[in-house]
C-alpha cells in the first residue's frame, strides 16, 4: 500500500473563499434579472453551489446540471438514474451564469456542461468558479476562480463526499 | 423459449425485446431514467447528444402511428440519425425474406433497430441474427410483447399512483390478440402488483392467462370493484377471426367503459388505454375524455421512455465493445 499524505484543506474554508471572490459578481442594488446564475454540477458541484448559494443570497435560483447525457465517455459509463436531473430556474439568454464544481481536472466535465448549458439558450458570460484545481488538464479549459490548488500523483483520486458532511478524501489507488 | 439475448453477461440491456426475461431492477431503471429525460422536452434544444452519430432504423411491418412517430421522436431527442421504413409496401413485399432484409440493412450501418412486424417471435429473430454490437427493439410482435408500451404504461401508473404493492391493476378487453396486455401482465407482476384483474368475454381470455397469476373475470362491473388503474385494450377488427363476438354494440353493451360502471372503481382510478381507441366499442366517448382520463398523457410518456430505454442499451453496450 502506497500512502499519499497530502494536507486537505477543510471544505468550510473553501467554500468561504469562493463565497469571497464571487461577491463581487452581486453588488448591491443589482436588479434581480441582472443577477448572476449559480449552476452547480451534480453531485458534488452542486453541494458545494447550494452552500455558496446560501452564503451570497441572491434573488435567483440555483441551478442543477446533470451532465449524464453529455460525457464524452457515455457509451463507456452509461446512466446513473439516481443522479437527479439538470434544471435551470430561468431562461438563461443574455444572463451570467456562475458554473461550480467540486474538483477541475481533465476539463472533460467542463466542457460538457457548457455544451449542455448552451441546449438551454445563449448566456452572455459563463464564469468557473472551482473549489480544488489538481492540474492535468486534458482539454484548453480554466477557471476563473479557484479556492485551492493541489498536486495529485496521476493515479489518485480526489472526491468529495456530503451532502452533509461536507468532507474531502484523497485515494491512491494500488497497482 | 425465453433465450435471454436481451441482457449481456453482465445482466445490462443489449436488446428490448419482451418484459418475460427481464428483472424487476432493470425495470425500476427504466422508469428511474425516464423520469430523468422528461425535462429535455423543457428547454430550448430538445436534444441530448447521446445517439450522436449512431443510425436508427424503423421497420414497420404492420402500421403504426403513435408507437412509430414517438419511437422516432425519442430517437431524434437523441441526436440519432434516423430511417424509417414502411416494409408492408415495401422490399418484402416483392419476395424478399426477413434475412435478406437484415442483411441488406447491415451493410446500410445501422446500429439499432425497432421492428414491429405481424409475426410473434419475429423480434428475437432479428435480434438472433445482426452482428455483436447492434441492438433489437421490439414495438411489437404479433400476439406476443408490446413491451415499450408496457413500459410506458408502468410509468404513468408509478406516475400516477407510486408504489404498485398497494394497487389493484384490471385490464380489460381483448385479452386474447393483446400483445400489450400480455407485456403489461409480466411488467405489474414483475413490480409487484397487489392484484391484477383480466376482465374480458370468455371467447376473448387464452386460457393460459391464469397461469400468469392474475384474476380472471368476465363479468366488467364486478372486476372494476375498487380498483386503482382501469387499463382498455382496443378491440381489434383485424386480428379477429371467425365469429368471437356477436357484435361491436353488443360488446360496448357488456364490455363498454361507461361513466357509470367506472364509478365502481376507486374514486381516484385513472383510466388508461394503449390507443388508437374505439370510441362506442370499447370505452364511451364521455370516459376517454373525462377527468379520470390519462390517455394522452401515456403518449407524451411514450417518447421519455423510449429515450430511456435506448439509452440503457447505448450506455452498456459499448462497455462491452470496450470503445
Known amino acids: 500500500m502506497r500512502g499519499i499524505f497530502v494536507a486537505i484543506p477543510s471544505v468550510e474554508s473553501l467554500i468561504d473563499k469562493l463565497t469571497k471572490a464571487l461577491k463581487p459578481y452581486f453588488p448591491p442594488g443589482l436588479a434581480p434579472t441582472d443577477q448572476p446564475i449559480i449552476v452547480g454540477i451534480e453531485t458534488g458541484g452542486y453541494w458545494i453551489a447550494q452552500a455558496v448559494h446560501q452564503a451570497l443570497k441572491p434573488d435567483t435560483d440555483l441551478g442543477r446540471l446533470n451532465i449524464t447525457f453529455y460525457r464524452d465517455d457515455f457509451t463507456k459509463i452509461g446512466l446513473h438514474p439516481t443522479v437527479k436531473p439538470s434544471s435551470l430556474p430561468t431562461n438563461i439568454d443574455g444572463k451570467t451564469i456562475i458554473l461550480i464544481d467540486d474538483v477541475l481536472y481533465s476539463g472533460r466535465t467542463i466542457r460538457a456542461a457548457m455544451n449542455e448549458i448552451f441546449d438551454y439558450g445563449r448566456p452572455q458570460r459563463i464564469i468557473l468558479a472551482i473549489l480544488i484545481d489538481r492540474g492535468e488538464r486534458e482539454i484548453p479549459i480554466q477557471a476563473d476562480i479557484v479556492a485551492e490548488t493541489m498536486r495529485l500523483e496521476p493515479d489518485s483520486h480526489i472526491k468529495l463526499d456530503g451532502p452533509v458532511p461536507l468532507q474531502l478524501t484523497v485515494k491512491s489507488n494500488d497497482h | ?323
Not at chain 2, 380489460?172 to 401482465?185: K, P, T
Open chain 2, 1 to 323: 423459449m425465453t433465450t435471454n439475448i436481451q441482457l449481456d453477461e453482465n445482466g445490462k440491456l443489449q436488446h428490448f425485446l419482451s418484459i418475460e426475461g427481464l428483472n424487476q431492477q432493470i425495470l425500476i431503471e427504466i422508469l428511474d431514467t425516464a423520469a430523468s429525460f422528461t425535462s429535455v422536452t423543457d428547454r430550448l434544444v430538445k436534444k441530448v447528444p447521446i445517439l450522436r452519430g449512431k443510425t436508427v432504423a424503423n421497420l414497420f411491418f404492420e402500421a403504426s402511428t403513435r408507437t412509430r412517430s414517438t419511437f422516432e421522436l425519442a430517437e431524434q431527442r437523441l441526436s440519432a440519425d434516423i430511417l424509417s421504413l414502411n416494409l408492408d409496401t415495401s422490399a418484402t413485399a416483392k419476395g424478399e425474406s426477413l434475412l435478406d432484409t437484415i442483411r441488406n440493412l447491415e451493410a446500410m450501418q445501422i446500429d439499432m433497430f425497432v421492428i414491429r412486424h405481424k409475426d410473434s417471435g419475429s423480434a428475437h429473430f432479428f435480434a438472433q441474427h445482426v452482428r455483436p454490437g447492434v441492438s433489437v427493439l421490439n414495438a411489437g410482435d404479433g400476439q406476443h410483447e408490446h413491451p415499450t408500451q408496457a413500459m410506458l404504461d408502468m410509468y404513468t401508473i408509478r406516475h400516477h399512483k407510486q408504489d404498485f404493492s398497494k394497487l389493484r391493476v384490471a385490464i380489460v378487453g381483448d385479452i386474447m390478440h393483446s400483445r400489450v396486455a400480455r407485456s403489461q401482465i409480466h411488467a405489474l407482476n414483475l413490480l409487484n402488483t397487489a392484484e391484477v384483474r383480466v376482465i374480458a368475454p370468455k371467447t376473448l381470455l387464452p386460457v393460459e392467462t391464469a397461469s400468469l397469476g392474475v384474476q380472471l373475470y368476465d363479468d366488467l362491473e364486478q372486476g372494476l370493484q375498487d380498483v386503482d388503474v382501469v387499463i382498455m385494450l382496443r378491440l381489434q377488427k383485424e386480428r379477429m377471426r371467425g365469429a368471437l363476438l356477436p357484435s361491436e354494440k353488443e360488446y360496448f353493451n357488456q364490455f363498454g367503459l361507461t361513466q357509470e360502471r367506472l364509478s365502481r372503481a376507486k374514486p381516484d382510478a385513472i383510466v388508461m388505454h394503449p390507443g388508437p381507441a374505439n370510441r362506442g366499442v370499447e370505452i364511451e366517448s364521455s370516459v376517454m375524455d373525462g377527468s379520470q382520463s390519462v390517455i394522452l398523457q401515456q403518449v407524451g410518456f411514450g417518447i421519455s421512455v423510449r429515450m430511456a430505454i435506448m439509452s440503457m442499451i447505448v450506455g452498456q453496450s459499448g462497455r462491452i465493445a470496450g470503445e
